[in-house]
């Protein structure tokens, strides 16, 4: 039976996901847990960034590597290309504060996601559009406290408690666990506003990058749904390049 | 005249077998053509029946931006209405959310409706207070779908009127059998305290439900739908059903009066010794003429009888016992019950049982008339002619 | 003494010619109107068969545990080969492939920005090759509002009002967004060559018809589909073949412990058709029964007219002193002889007359004031296998027996007032 109702095409739309790497600034209210998001930050967060990575797409039946390069500046800026395989090469994506612009060489068309469109889930997956749309700072949306330690994978960490002051943010609670000596998050989970765990974030193979820890794996998992989530693996990134304005422009898709 | 039926009667009698043929084939079309309207009828009435009782009610107040066959519009799709200039609206608020079964995500959408209201037939009212889970009720394809059954709980994902993800178990606590797909492929009930509560949309909602008809009209963010408009998919498929039908009993009359026509011919052929002699006897050309229309319509007479006989028990076990078809719903946006209960309604009865005398007596006199060119002597002889 | 009659029957037209052609006539239209009653009967299991179950479908086995989400990522692959094995072994049926997707279409205006967007419902079929015969088997030809159907892997049917909704005009290039089997998103242009109307309105407000070709390559599914559907060549389901088949594809995957292993799914076992299936056939049986009852009426009395005609030769040959047995079973031999003759030429009309039905149908479009084409307005007659030999009942057996009864008659003279009545 042909419903549009049943329609759920199941997209992990890819770099989406990239976008929770720009949540990191965040003084907190709490003077404690507000040092140690300043300190995450420091690493974590450059005034703009270039970065090579792959996402491994663990589907049910096979596993898919996608390559992709990125250019963001701050939060509000971000320009996204894809390298391979070759099916995706070529697609790009730009967000200019809240606005959402993808292009496909194969149709040569920019599509913009608007209105309500943006509210929706993207294609059934567990990520909407405004996932990514997301351009405030986390201090400005969450209250943060230090809410206890935990020992994960013999470092120590302080677990930070993040709790929505404003209404309209798509995730009311966050648990962050952060390196006490590298201050890097190695975990992250986000909660609904009744307490049920959504997402889990889990960040690994820490190393130093031009004097700073930077973690170059990072895997999403959404708790819903079965799998073993999505990897997202730096391969290169540069911290505080010059990026040409052009970049940030829709007349940069079609290039 | 009695005299004619006296003679009518004995003359079909005599004919033993092949009277019995005939008017057990327009008997047999007699019941077919009965069947068949009672049970379009039964359907008709029962599709939008059921349509009213669980989907429609009398005429629906629908948000601007609602449109039944975009799901993307129901995230706009709501309103705040007055609660005191909507007596006798039931409200109905739809917002988009997802389940996981078996770790899929399922898009379905969440529809609150209040616990007293009587109009729809959806189980709201068996949902009750619990600790923990949101109770729910589904439909039966919806808890094969998701392949859930009573008293499984599920996750269930939404988000509230900011856009903020929230999710929680909710409770299977009712499993409804209907035949309006459209209540139940993908939809999943609750009350509608509850929906507000979850998302923050006090007094809002998607539809406005009347319990009775009302006059066309535009109330602000509210276009009135009347229930005759809401109900043409079904007028629609049932119109197309019927034409068909008419095309399939046209054919089994036209048959069953062929079987009629040609044994009026015979009849008239071989009976020329009989004709002669009643015409010796004083009848008229006219009053043999009516004899033998006669019989030929006596075989319509005979398979009504029958027919009551025959249809009187069936039809009425019919149509309090239904008829199974399963639980099909076409690809018609129409609903079709596990059970089709025949209607039989008596203009029904009359105009096929007329339809059927009328059409027997016009090819009964056809080939009688042929009488009138006889040569009565002839006749008398028994000669061929 | 066959042969004797035989040449009787050929050469006194009177007394072949009439009858012949009487049960010639009788029994073609026993058979053509059992035929097209039993395809009228049918047709609702018709449509759902040709629009979404098929004869038999097959499915991957976890597609098929949740095809209600239209699941392209459990997906049938290596399709070519099962396709190739499923020709070779099951010629029977026709078998085709579909693939239904959900997506998002976007229509550019002028500048190449979005005009509309809108939710779409697609279904992929093989559009190109006319001799799958899928664009007959769905009607498209008659459900196209404007335009023409596509001509090549870029262009596209859509709904109707799907298309003012959009604003598209025929020839005008429209956007599909939406995702791959392996989830990654993708993007194909279409020309719009046509907008059609079905009359369900889920398709007609957000439909797109594609050839499979590009939704293969639109959805990477490349050697990959959805649904492959196994249509009988006649175009008529048969329940038992269905079953059978069933069984035997479906045993020799039994000790496969893959999840995506192909099954085949009846129609009877989809979408709960089998009871109105049931109820189709008896329906349909009922009216067999009702014309073979009313043409052997119609013959029997032909068969008396036949006896009677005979009278006065009858007496003349009883007069020349041939046996009353004799003349009786003369009689009835030739109408066996006349029976089996007109059966014959009968069921032969009847056959070409159901078979024609089968592929025309009537259109009673006009008889519905409004046509929505929400069902087929065409009925179409259905050749089943009892066609071929329901026929023999009233054309033989009928005329059989109406010549017995009449032949009676013989029996009843006597020799004495044999030329009296002869009138010699």
Known sequence: MITTRNYTGKMKINILLFSFLFMWIMPGQAQDAQTILDKVDKNMVSKTEITESEMVIRGKRNVQTIGSKSYTEGNKKSFTEYLYPERERGTKMLKLEDRLWIYSPSTDRTIQLSGHMLRQSVMGSDLSYEDMMEDRKLKDIYDAIIVGEETIDERKTWILELTASVEDVSYYKRKIWVDQERFIPLKEELFAKSGQLLKKTTLSDISQIDGRWYPKKINFKDVLKSGNGTDFIIKKIQFNPTIPAYIFTKASLKK | MKLSFQLAFRNLMGAGLRTWLNVGILTFTFLVILFYNGLLDGWNLQAKRDAINWEFGYGQFQHKNYDPYNPFSLQDAHGVFNIRNTSGLIPLLMRPASIFPNGRMLSVTLKGLPKNQQLLKIPVDQLNEQVGAIPVAIGKRM?????????????????????????????????????????????????????????????????????????????????????????????????????????????????????????????????????????????????????????????????????????????????????????????????MGDRIYPSFSPSLLISSALIIIISATIVSFIPARKIVTMNPIDALRGKLQ | MIKFLFKGIIRDKSRSILPIVVIALGVSLTIVLSGFLSGAMTDMVDQNARFETGHVKIMSRAYAENKEQLPNDLALLGVDSLVSYLKSNYPDLQWVERIRFGGLLDAPDSEGESKGQGPAAGIAINLLDASSGEVERMNIEKAIVSGALPDEANEALIGDEFAKKLKLNIGDEVTYFGTTMNGSMTFQNFTISGTVRFGMAAMDKGAILLDISAARQMLDMQNGVGEILGFFHNGVYNDKAALALENSFNDQLKSNPDEYAPQMFTLRSQNNLGDLLDYANSMSAIFVMIFVGAMSVVLWNTGLIGGLRRYQEFGIRLALGE?????????????????????????????????????????????????????????????????????FIPGVFAMVFGNMLSGIGIYKRETASLFKELEV
Request: net charge neutral; hydrophobic share 45%.
């Open chain 3, 323 to 391: 046996s009353k047995g004799k003349i009786y079973r003369s009689l009835v031999i030739e109408a066996t002889l006349i029976g089996v003759i007109g059966s014959l030429i009968g069921t032969g009309i009847g056959l070409v007359g159901a078979f024609y039905l089968q592929n025309y149908g009537i259109n009673i479009a006009g008889m519905v004031d409004n046509s929505s084409m929400m069902m087929p307005t065409v009925m179409r007659a259905k050749v089943t296998p009892n066609l071929y030999f329901i026929g």
């Open chain 2, 143 to 335: 808890a094969k779908t998701a392949k859930l059954s009573l008293g499984d709980e599920i996750s269930l994902r939404w988000r509230d009127k900011n856009g903020t993800f929230d999710a929680a178990n909710v409770k299977v606590d009712a499993i409804f059998n209907t035949t309006i797909n459209t209540v139940d492929q993908g939809q999943i009930w609750m009350r509608l305290a509850d929906l507000w509560r979850i998302t923050g949309m006090n007094n809002e909602a998607t539809l406005m439900i009347a319990d009775q008809p009302m006059p066309d009209t535009s109330y602000k963010d509210w276009n009135y739908v009347n229930q005759e408009k809401l109900l043409q998919n079904i007028n629609d498929v049932i119109e197309v059903e019927r034409a068909s039908a008419r095309v399939i009993y046209f054919i089994l009359l036209a048959i069953a009066l062929l079987a009629i026509f040609d044994t009026q011919v015979l009849s008239v052929f071989r009976r020329q010794k009989e004709i002669g002699t009643y015409i010796a006897l004083g009848m008229t050309k006219s009053d043999v003429i009516g004899l033998f229309t006669l019989e030929g319509s006596m075989y319509s007479l005979f398979s009504m009888l029958l027919g009551t006989l025959i249809g009187l028990p069936l039809f009425g076990y019919l149509s309090q016992k239904g008829i199974s078809f399963g639980a099909f719903t076409a690809d018609l946006g129409i609903g």
